[in-house]
């Protein structure tokens, strides 16, 4: 039995057919002020912790990484609290139930990207948002990559004239100097490879949270 064609998407278009939109997946972006004083004390942090202690490896291919806990510094206070009050708006947006529960910055870090350098996709387990803020971004350093959180799709993927939010698989967000860009924990990313001359330095976070403490618990 042949396959019965179906081709009319200008009646489809005229029929008031318009979907319902579920499992949306929230990314957030801003520039914060003042990034350019900012950025230059964090680069000194940055030249600091690469003297003084060894890189780790989690994602990143190549390149530098701190140690994740670099947010218990006294010389991070100010872009811990400039991330903290920016997620507690992200997490209300999402309904975060703040009445009984409050967020905690689990871990932060520092990445320093050579020529070639890249991270592979990952996710970030054990927490509910994630960012990267950016630091150095030298032309062609490596963007932020993120992939379609429902790998179901991949079966059969349908033919499209141009891509929109509604279709597509991937999605990119060019690392400026100043950007901070917050998403959920469980989605996959990657950072491009180096394609510059020069070190790209960027900071990450994760942040969890707790059960607020009954305050009439002990009588």
Not at 19 to 36: A, G, K, L, N
Request: with cysteine.
């Amino acid at each position: 039995m042949a396959e019965e064609a179906t081709s009319e998407p200008a009646e489809i278009e005229n029929a008031g057919f318009t979907p319902e939109v579920w499992f949306h997946t929230p990314v957030w972006s801003r520039r914060i002020v003042e990034y350019e004083r900012i950025n230059k004390d964090l680069l000194d942090v940055v030249e600091r912790l690469e003297r003084d202690t060894e890189s780790i490896t989690r994602s990143n291919v190549g390149g530098w990484h701190s140690h994740d806990q670099i947010h218990r510094r006294d010389d991070m206070a100010e872009i811990r609290r400039i991330i903290g009050k920016s997620c507690v708006g992200c997490a209300a947006f999402m309904e975060f139930d703040f009445d009984h529960f409050e967020l905690v910055i689990k871990e932060m870090w520092l990445n320093k990207n050579g020529p070639g350098d890249f991270n592979k996709a990952h996710i970030h387990p054990n927490a509910i948002l994630s960012g990267a803020y950016y630091i150095r971004t030298p032309e062609n350093s490596g963007n932020i990559e993120f992939y379609d959180p429902v790998p179901a799709r991949l079966m059969n993927v349908y033919p499209v004239k141009a891509q929109k939010r509604i279709n597509a698989q991937a999605a990119e967000y060019r690392a400026r100097e100043g950007l901070l860009v917050i998403f959920p924990s469980w989605l996959q990313h990657a950072v491009q490879p180096n394609q510059s001359d020069e070190f790209r330095v960027s900071l990450s976070f994760n942040v969890s949270f707790r059960a607020i403490r009954n305050k009439n618990a002990d009588g």
